[in-house]
């Protein structure tokens, strides 16, 4: 942990959310899990966080459960992006058809498709799913949620719009509850040993979820997880990855286990900088790179 805090370029707390603007750019905790039962912990392990992006590959999960993938990949494409994880114009180039699942565009998409008749629904649902098949005490931050929305994310909300002129957002009338419903899976909030539980999910084979599901989520993951600097991670770590702006981030090491850290500070893509720079020495040290 110490050489990752010396090694990493000192990452910057997001302040556009007040409440994330509150957490201290020292905190960092790390909570190992393998598939043969034995842990790891390390660090400030007590710390609640809001998932944020992380949770944008168990939405996908959740909706190819529910759907298939035929049908979901009509609404969201697998095509790795080169533009910020916000970017209104990279999909207007894209002609409005979302880019990958691990974008904003690609996940308001995605939470549009969530079954229920409204946001509140919608997130119950998925989070009552993910704490009955990880094993996990996941919930919704109502302080959190009240702080996002304070925040009110123009760009989000130009995205929405485009989404549902585009028509993968079914109709106008649906882009609140798309927004809302997006904003409050963003605060379900866990500590990393939680999380980790929830990594296990996509980590190893078992009768709760389809096998090509996992592996089709962990292939995006890899190749879109950590947005423009997918590739470089593909390369340096090789192991499917999602960050979050609240600091989260989540690695997993296919049939061997998962990683869940946190670390505030964000590097300038907007990736979790001492977690990122944590899980690149864990898994050289290891040889954990699914290329290995």
């Known amino acids: ?14 302040t556009r959310i007040p409440r994330l603007a509150e957490a201290n750019p020292e905190w960092f905790a ?3 899990c393998t598939q043969g039962g034995q842990t790891y912990s390390h660090g400030d392990t007590a710390c609640v966080f809001p998932l944020m992006s992380v949770i944008k590959p168990f939405t996908l999960l959740y909706l190819l459960e529910y759907f298939g993938a035929d049908k979901v990949f009509q609404w969201v494409g697998i095509e790795p992006s080169d533009a ?4 209104l114009e990279q999909l207007i180039a894209d002609n409005g058809f979302p880019r990958n699942p691990m ?36 919930h919704l931050d109502e302080k959190m949620l009240a702080s996002v929305r304070s925040a009110k994310n123009h760009t989000n909300q130009a995205i929405a719009e485009y989404l549902a002129q585009s028509g993968y957002i079914d ?12 904003e409050q899976i963003c605060c379900l909030s866990v500590g990393v040993v939680d999380l980790a539980l929830i990594g296990n999910m996509l980590s190893y084979n078992s009768d709760a979820i389809v096998t090509e599901n996992r592996r089709v989520v962990n292939a995006l993951m890899l190749t ?7 590739a470089v991670a593909a390369v340096r770590i090789g192991l499917p990855m999602k960050s979050g ?3 989260a981030l989540l690695a997993i090491a296919p049939n061997q286990g998962s990683i869940a850290c946190y670390s505030p500070g964000l590097d300038r893509v907007g990736n979790p900088a001492v977690g990122l720079r944590f899980v690149e020495i ?11």
């Open 1 to 14: 942990m110490q050489q990752a805090k010396a090694q990493a370029t000192p990452g910057k707390i997001v």
């Open 30 to 32: 790390v909570h190992i």
């Open 84 to 87: 910020p994880f916000n970017s």
């Open 103 to 138: 974008i904003n565009s690609g996940a308001i998409t995605l939470a549009d498709k969530l079954p229920g008749n409204n946001a509140s629904i919608r997130t119950g649902n998925l989070c009552q799913w993910l704490n009955h098949i990880a094993g996990c005490n996941l």
């Open 171 to 182: 109709n106008i009338d649906n882009v609140e509850i798309a927004l809302d419903t997006y």
């Open 224 to 230: 879109c997880g950590l947005y423009q600097a997918s």
């Open 245 to 247: 702006v609240s600091g």
């Open 282 to 292: 864990l898994s050289q040290q290891l040889q954990l790179s699914v290329f290995s």
